[in-house]
């Protein structure tokens, strides 16, 4: 190898090892598509904007936008099922609680550690556990019991810059949602040009269980959720 030189041979981790088998996984057993839409943010950075400093000094926490994407993706699961479900042979398992994984970025690459019951949690709640779950991973502290058994996940790679991408699935979940930055924007409002801070976001699914119509339904729900916080907070 006339380059051999000027390389460098380096073992695979462990963990670099396993997310590459699930990854092959996931791409070998599903039937994946990707769907997009587009969210208006302006309403969620106004509310945080007005309450940040006394949610912060009541819960101890800061209100993110972690959290009210997880609640809009568990009244989006609620209204589609499917999403939620796993295949397992030829039965569908339909799972009437919302553990929702939240990739982040570890001492040793990405892990997703679930938010367990994420449906009765506060958006205090939401936050101070995504936080920990962060700390504890840039910290090598997560077990292996925090990293098993979501039943749908989010992973954000707007952190780091990303304008769209198509995630993939979390084998053997049936669904992910990817969120990514926030650009403003000219968008047409009422035949006007107006400049709004729009997040695009993108819903990978499985196809054998999820059709396109529940798919692009699903990102509609979040859509309406994010822009319109209050449905959230009234529970419609």
């Known amino acids: 190898r006339p380059n051999a030189a000027r390389e460098e041979r380096v073992r695979m981790t462990p963990l670099r090892k396993r997310v590459a088998e699930r ?6 057993n ?11 943010m302006g309403e969620v950075m106004a509310l945080r904007k007005k309450y940040n400093d006394k949610f912060q000094a009541k819960h101890g926490v800061k209100l993110g936008f972690m959290s ?16 939620n479900a796993e295949i397992d042979g030829e ?3 339909f799972k009437h609680y919302y553990d929702i994984g939240v990739a982040v970025s570890g001492s040793r690459g990405l892990v997703v550690p679930v938010v367990r019951d994420a449906d009765k949690l506060s ?14 991973a840039r910290n090598d502290k997560l077990t292996m019991s925090d990293l098993t058994g979501g039943t749908f996940t989010i992973t954000n790679g707007g952190i780091f810059g990303s304008m769209l991408s198509t ?8 669904g992910i949602l990817g969120m990514h930055n926030i650009v403003e924007r000219p968008v047409a409002r009422d035949g006007q040009v107006v400049i709004r801070p ?11 269980l999820v059709d396109g119509r529940e798919a692009v339904q699903f990102l509609v ?16």
């Open 123 to 136: 958006l205090a709640e939401l936050e101070k556990t995504v936080g920990d779950y962060g700390g504890r």
């Open 23 to 28: 990854l092959l996984q996931a791409q070998s």
């Open 167 to 174: 995630p993939i699935l979390n084998p053997p979940q049936t």
């Open 91 to 93: 039965d569908v398992i």
């Open 68 to 83: 009210f994407f997880i609640r809009a993706s568990v009244e989006a699961l609620k209204a589609f099922p499917q999403i």
């Open 30 to 40: 599903a039937a994946l598509l990707t769907t997009f839409n587009e969210v208006d």
């Open 198 to 208: 729009i997040m695009y976001i993108a819903l990978t699914y499985d196809h054998r």
């Open 221 to 236: 729900r979040v859509k309406e959720c994010i822009e319109d916080p209050e449905r959230l907070l009234l529970d419609i």
